[in-house]
């Protein structure tokens, strides 16, 4: 056993080498690109140093190690050269109308990376205060812009966020050249070639945000937390389909998505991700939901008269039925990612236990066969999303959910997910899985919490009543009427 993890330690080292070294090789043959373009379109040879010290620093720091990230992060540089040398040197706008801020805020938009949109600001500043003579003063204040325009922009979730962190960046550019060249100019002079463009320019980037967002999620296949928001809306086709055909799993989802949401938010993780994930990740079971326990009203499986093998494939065709039907709704390859992998290789285990009995094969055969296909969950939240929703399905099966039933199933469900290597292949913790556990504990609790059971009580109509009344009074009367034949007699 010794031996085996060493092995596997060795060579976990020689893939994180050779990975390094690729992405080194790669960021010296892009230095040596941009300084062959520099040379020919005149730039200066300073900006192919700054491109290979962001790269370089995205390869050892951010460990980003997919190729296609320096592609984009390179796209984007790009158009940030290329528009500051046309403003510079063919046009006569303002220099505070190059879109630095505007790319800044883009960046963080699509990786979700703070610092890499910190990295984007302060060397594209650079870049452009080089391509503008060497004019420091550029570079300071399209810097601290920069830096105010990813902090306003840091998980938005609205658009409106975004105006204002336009308006945020045009007031503080507009202090900082304050700072730097009040004394300098007259307040007319100022008002009208600085403090115009200056301000104007912070809003305008908001507005290049908003208009080239759907471009490049559709470039870079990235779902922003905007776009998220918009699937997250209850009239989207798939989950109108899904409350009509499946509600039972509609319902599931539902739970599934607030435990996934609260855990990842405890985590770090990306919450409303997780949360958006969770609602699509079983839309496989639309086509046959009748086959799904949750959509069985009547109680009556459609898999008792059907043989195991059988069973088996009606209940892993969810997850390749889900993806068709996704990529028919056309749904972004982030959220196709929860439909594949949110049971990652996990056991089928009441079926392989139903065939196992009477079998003569091989327990690890049968074991191999009764298995989902996979892959494992790639990212934090598909994992959580896998554990919610184990967690979930197995809270129904209890007769009497209480607190310690419900924590035992919790820890061992997570257990059990980590034993089986279902996380091997994310960034969780085990500290993680101790704080998902203890946030799925607590809302479980909440949802199986007990009722006071309250008396019942008797109402009786108006009839009932006039009718005891009635009684009552018959009864009245006719012992009078007694009463006065005993008197006369």
Not at 43 to 64: D, E, G, R
Not at 284 to 299: P, R
């Amino acid at each position: 056993m010794y031996n085996k993890l060493s092995k596997l330690t060795l060579n976990l080292c020689k893939m994180k080498n050779k990975s390094l070294i690729l992405n080194i090789i790669l960021s010296f043959l892009a230095t040596l690109l941009a300084f062959f373009v520099t040379w020919i379109s005149g730039f200066n040879l300073v900006i192919p140093i700054l491109l290979f010290s962001l790269f370089s620093f995205l390869s050892f720091y951010l460990k980003k190690h997919d190729q296609t990230f320096y592609l984009k992060v390179g796209l984007l540089l790009a158009i940030i050269i290329v528009s500051a040398k046309a403003i510079v040197s063919y046009s006569s706008l303002s220099y505070y109308f190059i879109p630095v801020v505007a790319i800044s805020m883009v960046t963080v938009i699509l990786f979700e990376d703070l610092v890499l949109g910190f990295a984007i600001a302060s060397v594209s500043s650079m870049l452009v205060g080089i391509i503008a003579n060497f004019n420091l003063t550029i570079s300071l204040i399209f810097f601290v812009g920069g830096i105010v325009g990813v902090l306003s922009v840091w998980r938005a979730r609205r658009r409106s966020q975004i105006i204002w962190a336009g308006v945020y960046v045009g007031v503080v550019q507009l202090f900082c050249f304050l700072l730097i060249f009040l004394k300098f100019f007259s307040l007319d002079q100022f008002l009208k070639n600085y403090a115009i463009p200056v301000l104007s320019g912070g809003i305008v980037s908001s507005f290049i945000v908003i208009g080239s967002l759907p471009i490049f999620e559709y470039l870079f296949k990235v779902t922003t937390n905007i776009s998220l928001l918009e699937l997250s809306d209850f009239n989207h086709p798939l989950l109108r389909k899904m409350i009509l055909e499946a509600p039972g799993t509609y319902q599931h989802s539902l739970l599934v998505g607030n435990l996934a949401e609260a855990a990842s938010e405890a985590v770090g993780a990306n919450s409303l991700l997780a949360r958006v994930g969770a609602y699509y990740h079983d839309i496989g079971k639309i086509e046959k939901a009748e086959y799904f326990s949750e959509n069985q009203i009547h109680f009556q499986s459609k898999h008792d008269k059907l043989q195991p093998t059988m069973s088996r494939l009606i209940i892993t065709n969810h997850i390749k039925e889900g993806e068709e039907l996704a990529k028919k709704y056309r749904l972004n390859p982030m959220i196709i990612d929860f439909i594949t992998q949110h049971h990652g290789t996990s056991m089928i285990y009441y079926f392989y236990r139903k065939a196992m009995q009477g079998s003569n094969e091989s327990s690890q055969s049968q074991e191999e066969v009764f298995r989902y296909p996979g892959p494992k969950p790639q990212r934090k939240e598909i994992a959580i999303v896998l554990l919610a929703d184990a967690v979930e399905a197995a809270s129904r099966t209890l007769s009497e959910p209480t607190a310690e039933r419900l924590e035992e199933i919790v820890k061992k469900i997570i257990n059990n997910k980590f034993i089986d290597g279902q996380l091997d292949e994310c960034d969780l913790t085990l500290k993680d899985l101790e704080i998902i556990g203890n946030v799925f504990l607590r809302i479980l609790s909440a949802i199986y919490h007990p009722r006071v059971r309250y008396p019942e009580e008797k109402y009786e109509t108006t009839n009932n009543k006039s009718a005891k009344q009635n009684s009552h009074t018959e009864q009245e009367d006719s012992g009078q009427d007694k009463k006065d034949s005993q008197t006369t007699e």
